[in-house]
């Protein structure tokens, strides 16, 4: 938990300097580049995670990592993180930059469980009709969960709509069993 709030600072003063510099967007297309790759490189992450390994080496391996995203800011931003041994909570800055520019755009974020993948059609339609129904832009976060059977499970914050089978099937239960 004390991670979680160090990398919430941590991302917030990213977005704030990213604020400035006006480079948000590409602060968080950088950020996620990075952890695109840091999940399919297993041995870059040994190499900036090792404390024998000096800052100053592992620059090169955090700037060929962010390939067309390195910028300054992000490279001053990996340094620190790299230098304060805090390299480690990368995914959970990602994810709380991501919420610091969603908050700043007014975006609603909504996940979306479904049983088999939605096509992009599908997945655009149904944003569309949640953002009609909120009143608000979203960004939808999509999962499979196949214990659904079919449908689908939409959840925000202060929001649950179970479109599911599963749903449908476990208040059809809690019907009968009332019932008796």
């Not at 990213?14 to 490189?41: E, I």
């Not at 620190?80 to 480690?88: A, E, G, N, V």
């Not at 997945?123 to 689908?152: C, F, H, Y």
Request: charged share 20%; no cysteine.
């Amino acid at each position: 938990m004390k991670d979680i709030a160090v990398a919430r600072r941590y991302a917030r003063a990213l977005f704030q300097m990213a604020l400035q510099l006006d480079q948000m967007q590409a602060t968080l297309q950088g950020l996620k580049a990075a952890v695109a790759a840091l999940r399919t490189n297993d041995s870059i992450v040994s190499v900036l995670l090792h404390p024998g390994v000096s800052a100053q080496d592992k620059h090169p391996l955090f700037k060929t990592m962010l390939g067309e995203y390195a910028t300054p800011l992000l490279e001053k931003f990996f340094s620190l993180l790299i230098t304060r041994h805090r390299f480690d909570l990368i995914s959970f800055v990602v994810a709380a930059f991501q919420q610091e520019v969603d908050a700043h755009d007014q975006v609603r974020r909504v996940k979306m469980q479904s049983a088999s993948p939605l096509s992009a059609s599908q997945a655009e339609e149904l944003q569309r009709v949640i953002e009609t129904t909120l009143g608000q832009k979203v960004r939808l976060e999509q999962s499979t969960n196949p214990d659904l059977l079919a449908g689908v499970v939409i959840q925000t914050e202060g929001w649950l709509l179970d479109g599911s089978l599963q749903g449908q099937l476990a208040q059809l239960k809690n019907q009968l069993t009332r019932n008796d």
